[in-house]
Nanobody, 124 residues
Framework: QVQLVESGGGLVQVGDSLRLSCAASGRTFSSSAMGWFRQAPGKEREFVAG????????YYTDSVKGRFIISRDNAKNTVYLQMNSVKLEGTAVYSCARSHLDVITTAAKLCDSWGQGTQVTVSS
């Protein structure tokens, strides 16, 4: 297991940009694929973006392609989610997670470590 702490959420307006951060503790972070998930009120938790351990591979859900960028800095034990041109439907609690498979996964059930999440609220 690894402990994860998200930050960077807040109240933004449609079209704004913000960057979420996920800081990891422990020494196993750099070998793990990581991902961002989100859960909006009344909806199921969904996959947003994933990144391989060495940043060679990234994967995004269709709804955020071209607007969001996932990245990581293994020297800092941190994963980032750059959110550009946010939409109202982007309002959710955003959580980072580590893949149990050590490859990118879109399935929350295959992640073995989770942060508490950071709230992003998009207003018009």
């Amino acid at each position: 297991q690894v402990q994860l702490v998200e930050s960077g959420g807040g109240l933004v307006q449609v079209g704004d940009s913000l960057r979420l951060s996920c800081a990891a503790s422990g020494r196993t972070f750099s070998s793990s694929a990581m991902g961002w998930f989100r859960q909006a009120p009344g909806k199921e938790r969904e996959f947003v973006a994933g990144i391989s351990w060495n940043s060679v591979n990234t994967y995004y859900t269709d709804s955020v392609k071209g607007r969001f960028i996932i990245s990581r800095d293994n020297a800092k034990n941190t994963v980032y989610l750059q959110m550009n041109s946010v939409k109202l439907e982007g309002t959710a609690v955003y959580s980072c997670a580590r893949s149990h498979l050590d490859v990118i996964t879109t399935a929350a059930k295959l992640c073995d470590s989770w942060g508490q999440g950071t709230q992003v609220t998009v207003s018009s």
